[in-house]
């Protein structure tokens, strides 16, 4: 488990500062409540880098090319009113296997724009009929 920020300046400030009691190794790790080889790594990180931030991280690689993420982009661009769903059925018959939810990534870090799909289907003429008949029905009239 990483070891909190504070931890790590009260490590070197416990072991290296002119105004702290200067303690070894052993001695810091029991009063900050950590082991000696972790002492010993922020030390060592403390010296060589002269910081006791976290070290950046590698990225997951990406499914698609910076080509085709351009291909989303313009699949995007091209129609007003489309969905994240049918960039990745488009990209499906090119052969670009990709989900829905990365085309929404994709488009929000291009700043694209996307509509979301309907969650309810529209009424149907079934449906539209039906809603008159009970409307003339259940009229008041004044």
Same mark, same amino acid.
């Given at each position: 488990?990483?070891?909190?920020? #504070?931890?790590?300046? $009260?490590?070197?400030?416990?072991?290296? =500062?002119?105004?702290?009691?200067?303690?070894? =190794? &052993? #001695?810091?790790?029991?009063?900050?409540? !950590?082991?000696?080889? &972790?002492?010993?790594?922020?030390?060592?990180? !403390?010296?060589?880098?002269? &910081?006791?931030?976290?070290? %950046?991280?590698?990225?997951?690689?990406?499914?698609? +090319?910076?080509?085709?993420?351009?291909?989303?982009?313009?699949?995007?661009?091209?129609? &007003?009113?489309?969905?994240?769903?049918?960039? /990745?059925?488009?990209?499906?018959? *090119?052969?670009?296997?990709?989900?829905?939810? %990365?085309? *929404?990534?994709?488009?929000?870090? /291009?700043?694209?724009?996307?509509?979301?799909?309907?969650?309810?289907?529209?009424? +149907? $003429?079934? =449906?539209? *009929?039906?809603?008159?008949?009970?409307?003339?029905?259940?009229?008041? %009239?004044?």
């Amino acid at each position: 488990m990483a070891i909190l920020v #504070d931890k790590r300046y $009260e490590i070197v400030f416990l072991s290296n =500062h002119p105004l702290s009691p200067q303690l070894n =190794h &052993t #001695d810091v790790a029991k009063a900050v409540h !950590c082991s000696p080889s &972790t002492v010993k790594y922020w030390l060592k990180r !403390c010296m060589q880098f002269k &910081t006791l931030s976290d070290s %950046t991280r590698s990225d997951r690689p990406r499914r698609t +090319t910076p080509k085709q993420n351009q291909r989303v982009i313009l699949l995007a661009e091209e129609q &007003t009113f489309v969905t994240a769903q049918d960039i /990745a059925s488009k990209l499906k018959l *090119q052969q670009v296997v990709v989900s829905d939810r %990365t085309v *929404q990534r994709h488009l929000n870090e /291009a700043g694209a724009k996307y509509n979301r799909p309907m969650s309810k289907p529209l009424l +149907t $003429e079934h =449906h539209r *009929q039906s809603r008159l008949k009970w409307a003339q029905h259940h009229k008041v %009239t004044n």
